[in-house]
C-alpha cells in the first residue's frame, strides 16, 4: 500500500515537472502569463480598496480579512490549476473518448487523466503570497496558509471531478461543468455574509466553496479546532465523492468501450 502511495505521489511529480518544463521553454512566454494574472487580479482588489476607503467594516469584513478572503480564493485556484488543469478539461476527454489513452496505461488513470500545467495559475498562487505578505506574515501564518491552500486547491480539483464526470451519464456536460466551477471561483471572492441561509447550503454541498475559502479564513483568523474537524471530515467526503464518481462512471465507459469492440 506504501509502496503504491510513494509511486503514485513520483508519478504525480514527475509529470507535473516534465509539464513546467515544457512550459517554461518559453520563459517569456511564461513570465508574462504570470505577470498579467497578477495584474489582472490586483485590478480586482483595488475595487475593494476603494469601498473600505468609505466604510471600514462591511457585513463583519475589514479590509485585512478581504485581503485574506482573495488570497484563500486565489492561491487555492492557482494550486488547482497550476497542477490539476486535466480535472477541468475531463469532460472533452470523457466524451471524445480520450480517456482510452489513460486506460491502456499500468497508472492510476484519474490521476494521469487530471494532471496538466496551466501557466497563468502560477500567478494566482504567487499573488495569493503577496496578499497574505500584506496583511501581516508571520512563519506560523505562512506554514497554516500554505497548508489551507493545498486543501482549498484538492477541494476544487475533486469538485470539479465530480462536475465533469457527469459526462460518463449525460454525454457533453462542457457548459454545466465550467458554470459550475466558475461559482466556486466567483463566490469565494465575496464576504460569505452578504449571502442568505438558502446560498450558505450551496456553500457546503453543490458549491462547496466554504471548504475552499470560508472556512480555511476563519481558521487563518483565529483557530478553532471545530472548524479543522468540519474542514477536514467535509474534504474528506468530497474527495471520496470525487473518486467513487469517476470510477462509477469509468466502468460504465469501458464497458461501452469493450460492446463497440465485439461488434
Not at 497563468?120 to 501564518?141: E, M
Not at 470539479?160 to 449525460?170: E, R, V
Not at 457533453?172 to 465575496?190: E, I, P, Q, R, W
Request: charged share 10%.
Amino acid at each position: 500500500m506504501l509502496t503504491e502511495v510513494k509511486n503514485l505521489f513520483k508519478i504525480t511529480y514527475l509529470s507535473t515537472k516534465y509539464a513546467i518544463m515544457r512550459e517554461m521553454e518559453n520563459k517569456v512566454a511564461f513570465i508574462m502569463n504570470v505577470l498579467f494574472m497578477i495584474l489582472n487580479n490586483a485590478s480586482f482588489i483595488l475595487v475593494w480598496v476603494v469601498m473600505y476607503s468609505i466604510k471600514d467594516n462591511i457585513n463583519g469584513y475589514t479590509i485585512n480579512t478581504i485581503l485574506l478572503l482573495w488570497g484563500l480564493a486565489s492561491g487555492s485556484y492557482g494550486v488547482s490549476r497550476a497542477f490539476f488543469k486535466g480535472a477541468y478539461e475531463l469532460s472533452g476527454k470523457i466524451t471524445d473518448g480520450k480517456l482510452d489513452a489513460f486506460m491502456v496505461m499500468p497508472k492510476n488513470v484519474l490521476i494521469q487523466a487530471i494532471l496538466g500545467v496551466t501557466p497563468s495559475a502560477f500567478g494566482d498562487l504567487l499573488y495569493a503570497y503577496i496578499l497574505l505578505f500584506i496583511s501581516g506574515i508571520t512563519p506560523y501564518k505562512f506554514i497554516v496558509f500554505t497548508l489551507l491552500l493545498i486543501i482549498g486547491g484538492i477541494v476544487d480539483v475533486c469538485s470539479a471531478i465530480i462536475y465533469n464526470s457527469l459526462a460518463f451519464w449525460l454525454g457533453k456536460v462542457d457548459s454545466l461543468a465550467d458554470s459550475l466551477t466558475g461559482f466556486v471561483t466567483m463566490f469565494g471572492t465575496y464576504p460569505d455574509t452578504i449571502f442568505n441561509r438558502y446560498v450558505h447550503i450551496l456553500f457546503y454541498t453543490l458549491i462547496p466553496v466554504a471548504f475552499i475559502v470560508f472556512i480555511p479564513l476563519r481558521l487563518l483568523i483565529d483557530f478553532n479546532i471545530t472548524n479543522l474537524l468540519i474542514l477536514l471530515g467535509g474534504s474528506i467526503i468530497i474527495i471520496t465523492l470525487a473518486v467513487v464518481i469517476f470510477y462509477a462512471g469509468l466502468r460504465k465507459y469501458s464497458s461501452s468501450n469493450l460492446m463497440v469492440a465485439r461488434i
